[in-house]
T-cell receptor
């Protein structure tokens, strides 16, 4: 069975500060990992994905994440937070089997203050 | 850019009523999913559907729920007799047959409020 744990349900940063959202996964097979973002009253938008190629993955809006197998982690970072980054962030895991569902973490709410 | 569309965006219903939520997946996609998100909680998998049958379902997806692909474009989620705890945002998602990355494309959701 696969699962995802997001440490910290709420993260607050100042504008311009580093953003670090933590995600650890559990999977008995090589995982595919994703970060989705949900802005208020909107659906889920893919930020970035790891699919067994490069371990450092770059996504939209300046976000990136690094797959670390030894730590079973896929933390999301952004060097400099912007007010528009305030949203809910979800880490998700699946594996390369057609039709297999994505399993989501509980989400982390990112607040950005000026 | 192709997108998943969902209707209605918001539905209010009385407890015990039947509700049908509709989704139009991306046209060349063949795997379809429903997820739900209760307010303030995580996104939970309900069911996946392929080749006109359910391929996987969670414990949440009990006999009160059903899915259907009535024609070549729509994918529906039916809740037969709604309960208060069914109040949530329901997300439809789809995935292409040739996708080898597991990426799902999500609609903007249908908010269901059960009174």
């Amino acid at each position: 069975a696969q699962s995802v744990t997001q440490l910290g349900s709420h993260v607050s940063v100042s504008e311009g500060a580093l953003v670090l959202l933590r995600c650890n996964y559990s999977s008995s097979v090589p995982p595919y990992l994703f970060w989705y973002v949900q802005y208020p009253n909107q659906g889920l938008q893919l930020l970035l994905k790891y699919t067994s190629a490069a371990t450092l993955v770059k996504g939209i809006n300046g976000f990136e994440a690094e797959f670390k197998k030894s730590e079973t982690s896929f933390h999301l970072t952004k060097p400099s937070a912007h007010m528009s980054d305030a949203a809910e962030y979800f880490c998700a895991v699946t594996h390369n089997q057609a039709g297999t569902a994505l399993i989501f973490g509980k989400g982390t709410t990112l607040s950005v203050s000026s | 850019e192709p997108e998943v569309t969902q209707t209605p965006s918001h539905q209010v219903t009385q407890m015990g009523q039947e509700v049908i939520l509709r989704c139009v997946p991306i046209s060349n996609h063949l795997y379809f999913y429903w997820y739900r998100q209760i307010l303030g909680q995580k996104v939970e998998f309900l069911v996946s559907f392929y080749n006109n049958e359910i391929s996987e379902k969670s414990e949440i997806f009990d006999d009160q729920f059903s899915v259907e692909r009535p024609d070549g474009s729509n994918f529906t989620l039916k809740i037969r007799s709604t309960k208060l705890e069914d109040s949530a945002m329901y997300f439809c998602a789809s995935r292409g047959l040739t996708s080898n990355t597991g990426e799902l494309f999500f609609g903007e959701g249908s908010r269901l409020t059960v009174l």
